[in-house]
């Protein structure tokens, strides 16, 4: 589904709003604006959590010509994969805490958790989009409890289907856990338990 006016009529009719024609702009139309704004907003909370088409494990950033790696502004997140630094981002730069520095001497790869246009988001994911948006709409426009109860729902259903999804296409295992990686390259036991 595209955004306009696709996932927009969607959320009009669960609002119980007249829908919008194929070219109809919204500009105007209170509630097609509405609906814009909590879709972005919506769609940006979702896609925060990290799913294998927008996650890229490892991102090598590049420090240009005088040591600083700008981070592009459609990334959501960005963990570098050296757990041995403590880099962080700050002012759309990535940030060196333990020696108090922008300045990087080489690259750096972390995991990049990317945003993407509503329209190029997998179907599933934007069908979970859509019906999260149209409860959280539907709650700060009108508030009424039965249609809050069916979004509701909808939503959860629509999370479960995506994390599924996701699990399906990602191919994870428990070894792809840092935590259990540390544990399984650990050449010491840290508190002396037998075991």
């Known amino acids: 589904m595209n955004k306009l006016n696709n996932a927009i009529n969607i959320i009009l009719q669960n609002l119980g ?3 919008l ?3 109809e702009a919204i500009d105007g139309i209170f509630e097609a604006e509405q609906a814009s704004l909590v879709l972005d907003e919506i769609k940006t909370q979702v896609l925060a959590f990290g799913y294998n088409f927008n996650t890229d494990k490892v991102w090598e950033f590049v420090p240009d010509m005088e040591g600083y790696i700008a981070i592009p ?16 981002v700050k002012d759309h730069k990535l940030y060196n ?3 108090v520095t922008y300045v990087f001497t080489s690259t750096v790869e972390a995991e990049v958790i990317w945003d ?4 190029d988001v997998p179907l599933i994911v934007q069908h979970y989009i859509v019906t999260r948006a149209s409860r959280m709409l539907v709650q700060r426009l009108t508030g009424n409890e039965t249609m809050l109860q069916y979004l509701l729902n909808d939503e959860e259903k629509a999370k479960v289907e995506v994390l599924n999804w996701d ?10 856990s840092s935590t259990t990686m540390r544990i399984i390259n650990r050449t010491t036991n840290p508190r002396g338990l037998k075991g």
């Open 97 to 99: 805490k333990d020696d």
């Open 167 to 176: 699990s399906d296409i990602g191919d994870y295992n428990v070894f792809d």
């Open 17 to 19: 709003e007249q829908t």
């Open 116 to 119: 993407v246009p509503f329209d």
């Open 73 to 88: 502004d459609n990334a959501l997140s960005v963990d570098p994969t050296d757990t041995g630094q403590d880099y962080v």
């Open 21 to 23: 024609g194929a070219t």
